[in-house]
């Protein structure tokens, strides 16, 4: 079956400029993640959703970052204003549900970002 | 301090040595999850175990093999008769309560490499 699928694979911005990064989770998986990879700061949790419940927002760096999910597929991840401290893989998970038996986290293949 | 420690950041082996990763973990919780991850050249992130922390029974699977020792607070990887196809980066991580088992905490990644 598919897998979760990331795109666009590499994004090419420059400073300043916002940007949208987007995730299709497995089919029937209602939980998302989002994570960063940076050589700096290894591999970061960004936010999460699980089905229509409110995000859990306490991994975003800061309030340039925000992310939506909707119809509780499809999720895009929003960075406005980019620095070039943003660079990284931002790579998008998904999971039957969150917590506890269902945590099992199946990765895509990420999106690379770099600011300029 | 770190939640999850690697110490060994890169390791390098001969084809069909065997190969051991550390893995240390700290959390005040007594219930939690620990995984491995493996990431290969492509970069895509591929679930190889999760465990939970009432589990103590080590596990085998063809060439790997898990031991979880809560007194030390460990879960290290070992991986039998290593083949160039297990170079990879490989993670460990750690899901605790306070983010309902949602979200991973990872380490740093130990980078393997087998030569020929």
């Known amino acids: 079956g598919a897998g979760v699928s990331q795109s666009p694979s590499n994004k090419v911005t420059e400073k300043g400029k916002d940007v949208e990064l987007r995730c299709d989770p497995i089919s029937g998986h209602t939980a998302l993640y989002w994570y960063r990879q940076s050589l700096g700061q290894g591999l970061e949790f960004l936010i999460y959703?699980?089905?229509?419940?409110?995000?859990?927002k306490s991994g975003l760096p800061s309030d340039r970052f925000s992310a939506e999910r909707t119809g509780g597929s499809v999720s895009t991840l929003t960075i406005q204003r980019t620095q070039q401290e943003d660079s990284a893989v931002y790579l998008c998970?998904?999971?039957?549900?969150?917590?506890?038996?269902?945590?099992?986290?199946?990765f895509g293949p990420g999106t690379r970002l770099t600011v300029l | 301090a770190q939640k999850v420690t690697q110490a060994q950041t890169e390791i390098s082996v001969v084809e069909k040595e065997d190969v051991t990763l550390d893995c240390v973990y700290e959390?005040?919780?007594?219930?939690?999850?620990l995984f491995w991850y493996k990431q290969p050249p492509s970069g895509e992130l591929v679930f190889l175990i999760r465990?939970?922390?009432?589990?103590?029974q080590n596990e085998i699977s063809g060439r790997y093999s898990w031991n979880f020792q809560k007194s030390t607070s460990s879960f290290n990887f070992t991986i039998t008769a290593s083949q160039v196809v297990d170079s990879a980066v490989y993670f460990c991580?750690?899901?605790?309560?306070?983010?309902?088992?949602?979200?991973?905490?990872f380490g740093k990644g130990t980078m393997l490499l087998v030569s020929p």
């Open positions: 991580a750690l899901s605790e309560p306070n983010s309902g088992y949602s979200t991973l905490t």
């Open positions: 959390t005040r919780d007594t219930t939690y999850y």
């Open positions: 959703f699980q089905g229509n419940s409110a995000p859990d």
């Open positions: 465990r939970n922390s009432f589990d103590e």
């Open positions: 998970a998904s999971s039957l549900k969150a917590g506890g038996l269902y945590n099992e986290q199946f």
